[in-house]
């Protein structure tokens, strides 16, 4: 087993050629044929849309061709041009014979197409126009300034005038010319209900459709179209950068894919086009899916086959190796796997076996060493008293003493004894939160009488939910001689201390907080840094300390947080995420050593 294995014995290798040269060649052979299957289908649907939109393409253009070839011809009609031109000499007989001339022959234009649903003869120099449909009647002078000086890039001279769409028919003149000297024109009006019916002849898939986009980029569908379905492709087709000629393009609509093909004509100024579901390209593929289906099952069973093997000499293995680690997760270091085969699994198996006994030993190990520093930055953290402190305290007991203010003396007396009980006693590691706030409270009242003209302490109450709370030693004191020593030194007078106890969706945060000198943003970060910093034991700063302590008991989102105070100064933050964790343990010893 100490021999690195070879791939003889290896049972990945077996497994993978095996599956490898049975299922490769069935699927490989499943796959093209299924693609050459689907990809003809493709073409020959393809094909087929694309000579439909051609046809109907060609069939467009030859009819509005015609219409305009019998609009030409109408324009030089002789009736027309008496009714243009000699109004004013013929008689009543003559002109209602000219008009009625007229008339039938715009209805045999109206009649000749089926697209025309009304044909219109405009003769300014008379003040008429004479309709197919309801004879003579007066100029329309807003429809006759339109018809004769509207461009459009249509050949056919395809308009849209009051929501119709128009074929007219004029002289070759400019436009000024023609409206000063009134000079007639036609126009045929197209049904747009009838290019909708010629649309639904065309063959659409289900759940397809098809679209005539005309040159103002309005869209005309079938009968019946899904409408929200024609305006996602009107959109797509018309975001193309350029429609002349055929294409074909893609679009999504409602969690599908459409496929379409279109076909503009220049001389329309018009695109045709065709779309279908992607699926319906597939339609006709039914014998190849089956085919398919056919090899594909083969393949499953080969499969099968090849996962039993597996499962035999890999998933067994692996689940015995699963429940070990998840013994594991739950504590139990005692696990011990055994395997009969020389394969990659006994030699895992063994390592694993040995992995946990090391495991055992260093985690006994790494568990001693934890307690002896935290007990030895404990006890150092203890012995640093301040001389400073010490040689002040005595200096302001003198002073009260001089002064024979003997019940400051007693309260002073009193809170020094308790300040040096606290810091001094070795009973437990852990105390009840009441029991350190009320240590921080003496510490504050001790330097609050030494400091009693130059500043102020604001020293909340604890939330009775949190006095039970479990917490490291001395984590609030050194924070506050920290502020005393650095934050409030150099105040001569206003100084001002704050401490208070916010309860959030988190857990507890102890908020102290100074007014002292304003700090840079690089000064903070800089703060903030030095708490992540892998500082060795003999470099450990008690702030580092208070800080790694309560990460060690209540997690890694716990410990110190350094900003900006609300009045200036510096604002220190101690977050303790759980407060449920550890309460009453330490209380009887607490309560006790309170009575001494």
């Given at each position: 087993m100490?021999?690195?294995?070879?791939?003889?014995?290896?049972?990945?290798?077996?497994?993978?050629?095996?599956?490898?040269?049975?299922?490769?060649p069935?699927?490989?052979?499943?796959?093209?044929?299924?693609?050459?299957?689907?990809g003809?289908?493709?073409?020959?649907?393809?094909r087929?849309m694309r000579?439909?939109?051609?046809?109907?393409?060609?069939n467009?253009?030859?009819?509005?061709?015609?219409?305009n070839?019998?609009?030409?011809?109408?324009?030089?009609?002789?009736?027309?041009?008496?009714?243009?031109?000699?109004?004013s000499?013929?008689?009543?007989?003559?002109?209602?014979?000219?008009?009625?001339?007229?008339?039938q022959?715009?209805?045999v234009l109206?009649?000749?197409?089926?697209?025309?649903?009304n044909?219109t003869?405009?003769?300014?120099?008379a003040?008429?126009?004479v309709t197919?449909?309801g004879?003579?009647?007066?100029?329309?002078?807003?429809?006759?300034?339109?018809?004769?000086?509207?461009?459009?890039?249509?050949?056919?001279?395809l308009?849209?005038f009051?929501?119709d769409?128009?074929?007219?028919?004029?002289?070759?003149?400019?436009?000024?010319?023609r409206?000063?000297?009134?000079v007639?024109l036609?126009?045929a009006?197209?049904?747009?209900e009838?290019?909708?019916?010629?649309?639904?002849?065309?063959d659409v898939r289900?759940?397809?459709?098809?679209?005539?986009?005309?040159?103002?980029?309005?869209?005309?569908?079938?009968?019946?179209?899904?409408?929200?379905?024609?305006?996602?492709?009107?959109?797509?087709?018309?975001?193309?950068?350029?429609?002349?000629?055929s294409?074909?393009?893609?679009?999504?609509?409602?969690?599908?894919?459409?496929?379409a093909?279109?076909?503009s004509?220049?001389?329309?100024?018009?695109?045709?086009a065709?779309?279908?579901?992607?699926?319906?390209?597939?339609e006709?593929?039914?014998?190849?899916?089956?085919?398919?289906?056919?090899?594909?099952?083969?393949?499953g069973?080969?499969?099968?086959?090849?996962?039993?093997?597996?499962?035999?000499?890999?998933?067994?293995?692996?689940?015995?190796?699963i429940?070990?680690l998840?013994?594991?997760?739950?504590g139990?270091?005692?696990?011990?796997?055994?395997?009969?085969?020389?394969?990659?699994y006994?030699?895992?198996f063994?390592?694993?076996?040995?992995m946990?006994?090391?495991?055992?030993?260093?985690?006994?190990?790494?568990?001693?060493?934890q307690?002896?520093?935290?007990?030895?930055?404990?006890?150092?953290?203890?012995?640093?008293?301040?001389?400073?402190?010490?040689?002040?305290?005595?200096?302001v007991?003198?002073?009260?003493?001089m002064?024979?203010?003997?019940?400051?003396?007693?309260?002073f007396?009193?809170?020094?004894?308790a300040?040096?009980?606290?810091?001094?006693?070795?009973?437990?590691?852990?105390?009840p939160?009441?029991?350190?706030?009320?240590?921080?409270?003496?510490?504050?009242?001790?330097?609050?009488?030494?400091?009693?003209?130059?500043?102020?302490?604001?020293?909340?109450?604890?939330?009775?939910?949190?006095?039970?709370?479990?917490v490291?030693?001395?984590i609030l004191?050194?924070?506050?001689e920290?502020?005393?020593?650095?934050?409030l030194?150099?105040?001569k007078?206003?100084?001002?201390?704050?401490?208070?106890?916010l309860?959030?969706?988190?857990?507890?945060?102890?908020?102290?907080e100074?007014?002292?000198?304003?700090?840079?943003?690089?000064?903070?970060?800089?703060?903030?840094e030095?708490l992540?910093?892998e500082?060795?034991?003999?470099e450990?700063?008690?702030?580092?300390?208070?800080?790694?302590?309560?990460?060690?008991?209540f997690?890694?989102?716990?410990?110190?947080?350094?900003?900006?105070?609300?009045?200036?100064?510096?604002?220190?933050?101690?977050?303790?995420?759980?407060i449920e964790?550890?309460k009453?343990?330490?209380?009887?010893?607490?309560?006790?050593?309170?009575?001494?």
């Amino acid at each position: 087993m100490e021999s690195v294995l070879t791939w003889r014995k290896s049972i990945f290798t077996r497994l993978m050629l095996t599956f490898a040269l049975i299922v490769s060649p069935l699927f490989l052979a499943a796959f093209f044929i299924y693609n050459w299957g689907i990809g003809s289908v493709k073409e020959e649907l393809e094909r087929s849309m694309r000579s439909q939109v051609g046809f109907f393409v060609s069939n467009y253009n030859t009819e509005v061709q015609r219409i305009n070839a019998l609009l030409y011809n109408t324009l030089y009609d002789s009736n027309l041009t008496d009714l243009a031109n000699r109004v004013s000499e013929l008689s009543d007989y003559d002109l209602y014979r000219s008009v009625n001339s007229l008339q039938q022959r715009l209805l045999v234009l109206e009649n000749s197409n089926l697209y025309v649903k009304n044909a219109t003869a405009y003769i300014p120099s008379a003040d008429m126009f004479v309709t197919s449909n309801g004879g003579l009647e007066k100029v329309d002078e807003e429809a006759l300034a339109f018809f004769n000086s509207a461009s459009t890039d249509s050949k056919a001279q395809l308009l849209q005038f009051r929501g119709d769409f128009y074929l007219r028919a004029l002289l070759p003149l400019d436009v000024r010319y023609r409206m000063e000297k009134k000079v007639h024109l036609l126009t045929a009006t197209l049904s747009i209900e009838r290019i909708r019916t010629s649309l639904g002849q065309m063959d659409v898939r289900p759940g397809g459709g098809t679209s005539l986009l005309l040159p103002d980029q309005s869209l005309v569908s079938q009968p019946g179209a899904d409408e929200a379905l024609a305006a996602a492709f009107g959109s797509a087709l018309k975001s193309r950068p350029d429609l002349s000629g055929s294409g074909t393009l893609t679009f999504r609509h409602e969690g599908r894919n459409y496929f379409a093909v279109y076909e503009s004509s220049s001389y329309l100024g018009a695109t045709l086009a065709v779309y279908v579901r992607e699926e319906a390209l597939t339609e006709k593929a039914d014998r190849i899916q089956r085919l398919f289906l056919l090899f594909s099952l083969a393949a499953g069973l080969i499969v099968l086959v090849s996962m039993l093997s597996a499962f035999k000499f890999v998933q067994q293995p692996m689940l015995r190796l699963i429940r070990a680690l998840r013994q594991m997760e739950k504590g139990n270091l005692n696990v011990e796997i055994t395997h009969r085969r020389e394969d990659e699994y006994g030699f895992v198996f063994t390592r694993f076996n040995g992995m946990v006994r090391n495991l055992n030993q260093l985690i006994d190990q790494a568990y001693k060493q934890q307690i002896l520093t935290q007990q030895a930055e404990l006890k150092q953290l203890q012995s640093q008293i301040n001389p400073h402190f010490l040689y002040n305290t005595y200096f302001v007991l003198y002073n009260l003493a001089m002064s024979e203010d003997y019940d400051n003396v007693k309260q002073f007396t009193r809170q020094l004894g308790a300040y040096f009980q606290f810091i001094t006693r070795n009973a437990a590691d852990d105390v009840p939160l009441r029991a350190e706030a009320d240590h921080a409270r003496t510490y504050c009242e001790i330097q609050s009488l030494r400091f009693w003209n130059r500043l102020t302490v604001d020293f909340k109450e604890l939330p009775a939910s949190c006095a039970d709370l479990l917490v490291p030693r001395l984590i609030l004191q050194p924070i506050l001689e920290n502020a005393f020593e650095h934050g409030l030194a150099d105040k001569k007078a206003d100084g001002r201390l704050s401490v208070e106890f916010l309860l959030s969706e988190i857990g507890l945060e102890i908020v102290v907080e100074d007014n002292g000198p304003l700090l840079a943003d690089s000064d903070v970060a800089r703060l903030n840094e030095r708490l992540t910093s892998e500082a060795p034991a003999s470099e450990t700063t008690a702030i580092l300390n208070i800080h790694r302590r309560l990460r060690l008991k209540f997690g890694e989102a716990s410990g110190l947080i350094f900003r900006h105070g609300r009045e200036g100064g510096l604002q220190v933050r101690i977050v303790i995420c759980s407060i449920e964790e550890g309460k009453g343990e330490a209380d009887n010893e607490t309560d006790a050593d309170r009575g001494r």
